[in-house]
T-cell receptor, first 125, second 107 residues
Framework: EVQLVQSGAEVKKPGESLKISCKGS????????IAWVRQMPGKGLEWMGI????????KYSPSFQGQVTISADKSISAAYLQWSSLKASDTAMYYC??????????????????WGQGTMITVSS | SYELTQPPSVSVSPGQTANITCSGD??????VSWYQQKPGQSPVLVIF???KRPSGIPERFSGSNFGNTATLTISGTQALDEADYYC??????????FGPGTEVTVL
């Protein structure tokens, strides 16, 4: 089964660091772009950035550039989203999503065909 | 930065047709995707490349994209189609952009 499985919910304090994960299975993880998407409580979807695990080429939304770090470890089919100093405004659900479908290789031609279950991050003092 | 606009809400009677619009500058020159999200669930891709349906998506979902407006059409709307719908495109610097979302209510 093709799937993305994300790490569990986290409760953190402002100023703490955090790294969440997204592990792929059932497909060649190295050959697909993986995106991260934020959804604040009661709000819409926000595209944060995307990474190609094969060579770690990464693109960020201007809104998230410098605020988070996206990385990947192709040896274990995992992508990561990392914060060095969390803020209360980082409280949100975070989704990873696979760029696809499989026969589409150009980023602007594709969509997000497989989604993880989401990781809820709560930042509160 | 590139922006997409959607109506906040659309109401439709069961069995009728719902049209959800997504507008952006020269959007017709880009590929548009549409996602369905039900409460407490992850988004699901329902349309990609303007009008293609992924495997498993019912035929009642269709899409078009001309000029500055893309449209997701749900024909013969069912109660289970009640959800938030998001359009998505790519800007000129290969960054993804989502619309603000449209809440579809089946009355």
């Amino acid at each position: 089964e093709v799937q993305l499985v994300q790490s569990g919910a986290e409760v953190k304090k402002p100023g703490e660091s955090l790294k969440i994960s997204c592990k792929g299975s059932g497909f060649s993880f190295t050959n697909y772009w993986i995106a991260w998407v934020r959804q604040m409580p009661g709000k819409g979807l926000e595209w944060m950035g995307i990474i190609y695990p094969g060579d770690s080429d990464t693109k960020y939304s201007p809104s998230f550039q410098g605020q988070v770090t996206i990385s990947a470890d192709k040896s274990i089919s995992a992508a990561y989203l990392q914060w060095s100093s969390l803020k209360a405004s980082d409280t949100a659900m975070y989704y990873c999503a696979r760029h696809g479908p499989p026969d589409i290789t150009v980023i602007v031609d594709g969509a997000f065909d497989i989604w993880g279950q989401g990781t809820m991050i709560t930042v509160s003092s | 930065s590139y922006e997409l606009t959607q109506p906040p809400s659309v109401s439709v009677s069961p069995g009728q047709t719902a049209n959800i619009t997504c507008s952006g500058d020269k959007l017709g020159d880009k590929y548009v995707s549409w996602y369905q999200q039900k409460p407490g669930q992850s988004p699901v891709l329902v349309i990609f490349q303007d009008n293609k349906r992924p495997s498993g998506i019912p035929e009642r979902f269709s899409g078009s994209n001309f000029g500055n407006t893309a449209t997701l059409t749900i024909s013969g709307t069912q109660a289970l189609d009640e959800a938030d719908y998001y359009c998505q495109a790519w800007d000129s610097r290969t960054r993804g952009v989502f619309g603000p979302g449209t809440e579809v209510t089946v009355l």
